[in-house]
């Protein structure tokens, strides 16, 4: 028998947010007034406003908007980016990246690895680095802005090896937006039980979401050994497993697999993770289901 575990719950609203932007405090190109009314205007529920190594404080900008604001701040200075979630002060930005997120850590926030695929080389967060470190909640499995930049914005090839190894990250999508055209690329759809900054930090910090470039999903749920799952306008799904093997695709808005029985090789699996296409390339991603 297997049983799988699940970070979903069975009830709860579902709120659409991007935890990665710029403003014009670092190298965006527009004020943090405006980039908050655009998301606001594409109908998004929480923002966070990550600027490099630069704090916009969501207090000043609350009244602004009916959008959940979210502290943040990206640490960019002397060495791969992370971004600090739920930020209550700066942190010094040290070559020794451990170091960060330890001090992240310490302010009761969290720790997401940026862009692991960016630039030429495919290479800004090296797959020896995030296996090294220890005490981040994930990465960023979609980056948005590098659609348009070297690299690649998908990096569900680096967690499935960190997945594979027993590490217990999530995946998130952002936009990592600096200008207009970068909005809504991708994001992260959380689980809450009302709209409060403390309950969206608590459902990322608990993988509570999905990561999306365009599909919704509306049904994830589980019982001992079946998962659940619908997207109204998803035209495949798969499931995956360990180091990125596909164990079963159904071309259909949803499906039901059963464990073992949808298993290839069910003795070597210790997680499955549920991808959605849709329509123009579009994706979902569910949080990884650990099995025991």
């Given at each position: 028998m297997i049983t799988i575990t699940s970070t979903y719950r069975s009830s709860g609203e579902w709120l659409r947010g991007n935890l990665h932007s710029h403003t014009t405090?670092?190298?965006?190109?527009?004020p943090a007034r405006e980039v908050i009314a655009d998301y606001e205007s594409r109908g998004y529920d929480y923002l966070a406003i990550s600027d490099h190594d630069a704090f916009v404080d969501p207090d000043a900008h609350r009244e602004?908007?009916?959008?959940?604001?979210?502290?943040?701040?990206?640490?960019?200075?002397?060495?791969?980016?992370?971004?600090?979630?739920?930020?209550?002060?700066?942190?010094?930005?040290?070559?020794?990246r451990q170091t960060v997120i330890d001090a992240i850590a310490a302010q009761g926030a969290f720790a997401i690895l940026n862009h692991p695929n960016w630039q030429s080389h495919?290479?800004?967060?090296?797959?020896?680095?995030?296996?090294q470190l220890q005490g981040y909640v994930g990465i960023e499995i979609y980056n948005g802005v590098i659609e348009r930049l070297q690299g690649i914005p998908l990096a569900t090839d680096r967690w499935d090896r960190l997945l594979s190894q027993g590490r217990r990250v999530w995946g998130f999508g952002t936009d990592d937006s600096h200008r207009p055209e970068d909005v809504a690329r991708s994001w992260s759809t959380v689980q809450v039980d009302e709209r409060t900054p403390e309950a969206i930090i608590e459902a990322l910090r608990t993988g509570?979401?999905?990561?999306?470039?365009?599909?919704?999903?509306?049904t994830i749920e589980t019982t001992e050994n079946t998962i659940f799952t619908a997207a109204s306008d998803a035209q495949r799904i798969r499931l995956i497993s360990d180091y990125g093997v596909i164990q079963?695709?159904?071309?259909?808005?949803?499906?039901?697999?059963?464990?073992p029985d949808d298993l290839i090789y069910a003795s070597k699996t210790t997680y499955v993770r549920v991808e959605y296409y849709g329509q123009g390339g579009r994706m979902a991603w569910t949080q990884p289901f650990f099995l025991s």
């Open positions: 405090l670092s190298d965006g190109t527009h602004h908007t009916t959008m959940v604001l979210l502290p943040a701040v990206e640490v960019t200075a002397l060495g791969p980016h992370i971004l600090h979630i739920g930020t209550t002060e700066i942190v010094e930005p040290r070559e020794d495919y290479n800004h967060f090296s797959q020896e680095l995030m296996e509570r979401f999905y990561a999306s470039t365009g599909v919704t999903i509306q079963k695709t159904v071309d259909s808005s949803g499906a039901t697999f059963r464990l």
